[in-house]
């Protein structure tokens, strides 16, 4: 639905929109870049026909608006007038159509959840759906609903909390065996505490405003065998606390994942470095009140407010290098965070990112993506294909891989870019491949310059048969691509027809 135009933006001319199908690949007309789009919204013209007025939308009445140039659109309760923003729409203005005139919430957070709508639409705003009287009988509301998952997901964690004179210890029961550090993301902000403890496809929230201060920094211990969580709060004062505090929205819930919202905190930018001429390593210093680590195949969004609109876009953390799996960490609790960003001088997003100052600000959500680390179970053979900046989620996946699976045999890149110029960590790709065996390594160059001996050209049968060859007739095989959307489902579509399993083949996506 409303997609910024995150994938979508290879020029007209360019090979990237040649392939057809899929969602955000229409081409905008001149005039309808998003920057387009909010200089309208700040034109101060009347884009929801109602004068500034808010009303009440009876589910009769948002039927009515289901036409391109009177299209109503509601999503969490809230109905927008989109037809203005239809030409803006990066995934054109069929897939809008498909919310017209009714609750599109489920559609939209099927595409894109993390879009920040309320934002981009605000002057479309028509006004809320009017509350229906009461819910059919024995049913709750759904932030209400403590524990969805009695038939098909993991049972209800549970918590507790205990205290010394000088600490408050929180414990998280999820009965859980594959819970890790990386499962719980816990943030203190003035005088509330929020953990969310990724369980699958679920969260489970705890959500508190404390009853008494506590100091900025916490620490967090997982006794991963039975699935414990601790998290150890600093109490500012040495005094006995009676409660731990007051319920704050969906505490002591376990919720789908998908229904949590994306939650954000201001991360410190702390260097940036040139990778090549137009991608630069960002670093920046998450806050010592929150605990996150991004696990290996996932993003974060960053929210940038862009001429006072907030824009959100996703970002694959990477480390600081290929060799960093093998240093000691400079700072305890991950608290660096790397990225290696391209920057488009006639993007929205990037051109913003590379202009603020050391020191400046950047809102980073928690871990989105639906690679598992489970997916490396027994891998005999990783092949990874990327093209440019798609090479990002790899970083993580070939450092896990080459230092943590017992049972890898081969690792292969083969790396798509236009020019030898772009090849982002060109000469620590080959250090690796020259210090791993197991470690292989091809580039691809699209528009090479004549002295270039390597590959030409795009993803094809033949390139992809030659290069996925398997170290065993046997092996289990695992088959990794991220790149400009056609070349994801170009290289989706080629790999099937080379009848590669869906388990054999993740894509990285938003
Ligand atoms: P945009 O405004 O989107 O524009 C980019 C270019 O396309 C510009 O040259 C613009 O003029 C042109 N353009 C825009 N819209 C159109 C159109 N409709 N038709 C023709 N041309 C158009 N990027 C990274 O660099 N590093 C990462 O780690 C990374 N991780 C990602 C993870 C995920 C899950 C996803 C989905 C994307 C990721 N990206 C990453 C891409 C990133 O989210 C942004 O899309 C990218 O940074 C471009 O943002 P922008 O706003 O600067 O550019
Ligand atoms: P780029 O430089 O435009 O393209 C990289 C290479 O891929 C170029 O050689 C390009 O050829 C080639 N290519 C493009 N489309 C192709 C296709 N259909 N078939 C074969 N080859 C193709 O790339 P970029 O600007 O860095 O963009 C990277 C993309 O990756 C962005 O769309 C970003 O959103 C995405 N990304 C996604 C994730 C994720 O989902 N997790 C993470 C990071 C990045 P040409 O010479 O024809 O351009």
Redesign the pocket.
């Known amino acids: 639905m409303l997609n910024v ?8 001319s360019s090979q990237q929109r040649v392939s057809s199908g899929g969602r955000s690949k229409v ?2 007309k001149q005039g309808r ?2 920057m387009d789009w909010i200089r309208l919204t700040k034109s101060g013209k009347d884009l929801t026909g109602l004068k500034g007025r808010l009303i009440e939308v009876t589910e009769e009445e948002l039927k009515k608006h289901n036409k391109k140039d009177d299209c109503w659109i509601c999503i969490r309760g809230f109905v927008y007038n989109v037809s203005p923003y239809m030409e803006y729409h ?1 995934g054109g203005e069929e897939e809008l159509m498909r919310g017209a005139g009714s609750d599109g919430t489920d559609l939209f957070d099927q595409v894109h959840r993390w879009v920040n709508y309320e934002s981009m639409l605000k002057e479309c705003l028509v006004g809320r759906m009017a509350v229906k009287p009461a819910f059919p009988k024995g049913m709750l509301p759904k932030s209400q609903v403590t524990d969805p998952l009695a038939k098909e997901g993991p049972s209800s964690p549970s918590y507790d909390w205990f205290q010394t004179d000088a600490l408050v210890t929180i414990v998280i029961y999820t009965k859980q065996k594959d819970i890790n550090l990386d499962s719980v993301i816990a943030d203190h902000r003035d005088d509330s505490f929020r953990a969310e403890t990724v369980i699958r496809d679920y969260s489970y929230l705890i959500h508190i405003a404390l009853s008494h201060e506590i100091q900025e920094d916490f620490s967090v211990r997982v006794v991963e065998n039975v699935g414990k969580i601790e998290i150890v709060l600093k109490k500012k004062e040495n005094t006995s606390w009676k409660c731990l505090g007051h319920p704050l929205e969906n505490h002591n819930s376990l919720i789908p994942k998908k229904d949590t919202g994306l939650y954000y905190r201001k991360c410190r930018l702390i260097s940036k470095e040139d990778v090549t001429h137009d991608t630069k390593l960002f670093c920046l210093m998450l806050p010592p009140s929150t605990h996150l680590q991004v696990p290996t195949g996932q ?1 974060v969004y960053f929210k940038l407010t862009i001429t006072g609109t907030e824009i959100v ?4 953390p990477v480390s600081d290098s290929l060799f960093s799996e093998f240093k000691e960490p400079v700072l305890p609790n991950n608290k660096y965070i790397y ?4 920057i ?1 001088p ?6 913003e990112l590379d202009h603020l100052q050391i020191g400046d600000y950047v809102s980073v959500s928690n871990p989105e993506g639906n690679f598992k680390i489970s997916q490396f179970q027994e891998l005999e053979d990783l092949f990874l294909l990327a093209a440019g ?1 798609g090479f ?1 989620p790899m970083v993580k996946v070939l450092s896990y891989a080459l230092t943590n699976i017992p049972s890898l045999r081969k690792v292969k890149l083969m790396f798509f870019n236009k020019t030898e110029d772009d090849i982002i960590w060109r000469s620590q790709l080959e250090k690796l491949a020259f210090k791993d065996k197991r470690f292989d390594l091809e580039f691809v160059l699209s528009a090479p310059t004549s002295e270039w001996n390597g590959k030409r050209g795009y993803l094809s049968p033949a390139l992809l048969s030659e290069f996925l060859k398997r170290s065993l007739d046997t092996s289990k095989v695992l088959i990794c691509i991220c790149g400009p959307m056609p070349f994801t489902e170009q290289g989706m579509k080629l790999l099937h027809d080379l009848n590669f399993s869906k388990d054999e083949i993740h894509s ?3």
Not at 5 to 12: A, K, T
């Open positions: 135009p995150s994938q979508s933006f290879p020029g007209s081409p905008l870049s998003l990066p993003h876009k996703p970002y694959t990225f290696l960003i391209k488009y006639a993007g929205l997003f990037t051109p900046t990002t990285f996506t938003a």
